[in-house]
């Protein structure tokens, strides 16, 4: 896929279908009355669908092409890359507790071999579980090892999903030296307890 942006004014093709920018269809016009719109309106020209005929511009703000972009580069960072492996688990939120943490030890094990995993969360029919409180739940078990590659979002009524990853060895240091910090912090916390309570007797 190319790039998504403005083309400026290279267009290759002579007969365009144009889009304008709140996404209504203008009809089949001649290139050099789209630019001659696009400078009127100070708008850029986006190809949108090469392989059709005639091929598909649009007629775009800086921002909506730049919020194009966004959400592109969300979407590409969202699915798994050439050769990644991706494993899927779902459950239901009734899930119980040692069932949970079987399926914890499952994702682990495959976020130790570096694999993507999606994890789906069904709504119980009477339930009231917090299905994000899981995802974290689940997280925070393996936080020495994973984090999210897409955070917990609702996909559809009653289903959350998120994909987990292995940490790259930055983020693995970075954990490391946080989790040091925070032993130390509470190591420093029990001595004061303890010189405090010796004062005490």
Known sequence: RKAFGSIGRRIPHRILHIINQDGESLGSM???EALKLMDQHDLKLVLLRENV????????????IHEEQLK??????????????QK???FSSAIAKNDLETKTK????????KYHVKVTIRQAKDGNTDMFMIFDQILETISEKATYLSK??????????????????????????????KNSTVKKDENEDLKSSELHQ
Do not use: F, N
């Open 53 to 64: 005929e005639p091929p598909v511009y649009r007629l775009m703000t800086g921002q909506q």
């Open 152 to 181: 917990p979002k609702v996909t559809r009524e009653g289903v959350s999903t998120c994909i987990l990853r292995h940490m790259s060895d930055k983020e693995l240091k970075a954990y490391q030296k946080t989790e040091k910090q």
């Open 88 to 90: 899927e688990l779902s």
């Open 30 to 32: 001649h290139r050099a």
């Open 72 to 85: 592109r580069a969300e979407k590409k960072k969202a699915s798994p890359k050439a050769g990644m492996v």
């Open 106 to 113: 499952q994702i682990a094990q495959w976020i130790e071999k």
